[in-house]
């Protein structure tokens, strides 16, 4: 847990954590210090997150940074419609559920105080003939959105490193023409999540996740080999 602003040698001193401990510990850290975050920090945090594949090795990617006031209170009231709308849905979910109740409370206090993060990193790819977001076959949607979260999922464990808290959100953008009217963004060019980043105030892992015998199945669907009988 990191309760305060990490000192920008610490931080860059912290990337050599074990890659084990980063893996195991990394969630989503929603409630963030309002302090900036070193723009030479960050810009290590997102070329260590482009050492990740893309298909084609097509690196159409664009990273839109943003710490303005004005661009960032412009994405929260576009996240606050959003949120709206949808959060009823979210919170009929986990009515009488009091450990899912808990959970998304660091997500109200995102949508109360979205401009107050120090900054957003919005990974954007350019879509071509190959690669698109939308459309047949489907091929090009997973070739599309599989060459940008590989490089978000190694900013979440770099932010992880050096205590930054981070989560790889997509709500706040989902309505993708506003999103793209606010950023700037040319036709081709798509917003594919936004990632809120600053100094946690949140706990990091370790995560629980299903466990793997039940994931993995083996040769086809359904035989779940590693399972021990009930
Ligand atoms: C594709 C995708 C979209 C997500 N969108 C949102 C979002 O809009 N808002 C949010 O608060 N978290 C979002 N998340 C984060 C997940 O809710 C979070 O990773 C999950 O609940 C596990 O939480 P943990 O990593 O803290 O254990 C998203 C995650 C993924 C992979």
């Given at each position: 847990?990191t309760?305060?602003?990490?000192?920008?040698?610490?931080?860059f001193a912290?990337?050599?954590?074990?890659m084990?401990?980063?893996?195991?510990?990394?969630?989503?850290?929603?409630?963030?210090h309002?302090?900036?975050?070193?723009?030479d920090?960050l810009?290590?945090?997102?070329e260590?997150s482009?050492?990740?594949?893309?298909?084609?090795?097509?690196?159409?990617?664009?990273?839109?940074?943003?710490?303005?006031?004005?661009?960032?209170?412009?994405?929260?009231?576009?996240?606050?419609v959003l949120?709206?709308?949808?959060?009823p849905?979210?919170r009929?979910?986990v009515?009488?559920?009091?450990?899912?109740?808990?959970?998304?409370?660091?997500?109200?206090?995102?949508?109360?105080?979205?401009?107050?993060?120090?900054?957003f990193?919005i990974?954007?790819?350019?879509?071509?003939?190959?690669?698109a977001?939308?459309?047949?076959?489907?091929i090009?949607?997973?070739s599309?959105?599989g060459?940008?979260?590989p490089?978000?999922?190694?900013l979440?464990?770099?932010?992880?490193?050096?205590?930054l808290g981070?989560?790889?959100?997509?709500?706040?953008i989902?309505?993708v023409p506003?999103?793209?009217?606010i950023?700037?963004?040319?036709?081709n060019?798509?917003p594919?999540?936004?990632?809120?980043?600053?100094?946690?105030?949140?706990?990091y892992g370790?995560?629980?996740r299903?466990?793997?015998?039940?994931?993995?199945?083996?040769?086809h669907?359904?035989?779940?080999?590693f399972m021990?009988?009930a």
């Amino acid at each position: 847990m990191t309760d305060t602003p990490v000192d920008t040698e610490e931080a860059f001193a912290r990337l050599e954590m074990p890659m084990i401990e980063a893996m195991q510990t990394q969630r989503a850290v929603r409630r963030l210090h309002t302090d900036p975050v070193d723009d030479d920090l960050l810009l290590r945090l997102l070329e260590l997150s482009l050492k990740a594949p893309t298909s084609s090795n097509s690196q159409d990617w664009a990273y839109i940074v943003v710490k303005d006031r004005a661009q960032k209170a412009r994405l929260a009231r576009l996240y606050r419609v959003l949120y709206r709308t949808f959060n009823p849905l979210v919170r009929r979910s986990v009515e009488g559920d009091p450990e899912a109740k808990r959970q998304v409370r660091p997500g109200q206090w995102q949508a109360e105080n979205f401009e107050d993060i120090p900054v957003f990193v919005i990974p954007c790819y350019r879509r071509t003939l190959k690669h698109a977001p939308v459309g047949f076959p489907q091929i090009s949607v997973s070739s599309f959105y599989g060459s940008v979260y590989p490089a978000v999922q190694n900013l979440l464990l770099a932010c992880r490193a050096v205590g930054l808290g981070a989560s790889l959100q997509t709500l706040p953008i989902w309505f993708v023409p506003a999103a793209k009217r606010i950023l700037g963004l040319p036709w081709n060019v798509n917003p594919v999540c936004i990632i809120p980043i600053g100094w946690a105030k949140g706990r990091y892992g370790p995560t629980k996740r299903i466990p793997i015998e039940e994931v993995v199945h083996v040769d086809h669907y359904g035989n779940r080999a590693f399972m021990s009988p009930a």
